[in-house]
């Protein structure tokens, strides 16, 4: 098993770097490598004083720092190439940095998510049949769905026989009145099918009609029936 070193709140050596670079208030493209380097092994021997084990890839680091250290200190005797080797190193390790800091950034981004994430729950879809109340009382044959789709196709019908052109006349009606109507035939006819209950067959005439008779079911003042499927709908006294 893999396991990964952390000293304290930190995890690996560039870590450790981008925290003593902020606490430092240094400019990560522009860091100061003596300051950085000193701040770095003064981290890495307090450590040690504590007895614990300093992983290797926290001492590749410090190796790194101390050769750009010693570059900056040392007398510029060198060639040319060994500036060139200096400046390389540096930009590799801020390169390194930069790419570790976006990393950082997202993970801590993705945690957030992950918390924000957290505060949701879902629950699966529930049986809430037990919490109706006042159903339509339909025939076991017939659904409402049923019977929407039968009016739908008897509206078509209409629409297709009635004359091309007509005359449209104001004719004011409420639920209640139409209730009363359907009730009186109702007490006298005792059953009637259902299609016949629509004498006039305006939008609101037929909006307040069908609302009416559904209303009527709703409080059981009627029920809606149909023997066999296609066969014809009929609203009865309960």
Known sequence: MDYKFKINEFEGPLDLLLHLIKE??????????????????SYINNMEK?????????????????????????????????????????????????????????????????????EFFTKSPSNLKEYKSNEIVLNENITLEDLVKAFQKFLERKEYNKPITTKITTKEISVSERRNYIKNILKERKKVEFFDLFEDFTKPYVVITFLSILEMAKSKELTIKQEKNFDKIYCEVI
Do not use: H, W
Request: without cysteine.
């Open 50 to 118: 504590l007895n614990l084990n300093i992983a290797s890839e926290y001492l590749t680091i410090a190796s790194e720092l101390i050769y750009l250290k010693s570059k900056i200190l040392l007398p510029n005797n060198k060639e040319e190439s060994d500036n060139e080797e200096f400046i390389e190193a540096k930009e590799n390790l801020i390169n390194r940095l930069l790419e570790y800091k976006q990393y950082k950034d997202i993970t801590n981004t993705f945690k957030i998510l992950e918390e924000q994430r957290g």
């Open 24 to 41: 430092s208030k240094m400019d990560i493209m522009d860091i100061e490598i003596v300051k950085l380097t000193d701040q770095y092994l």
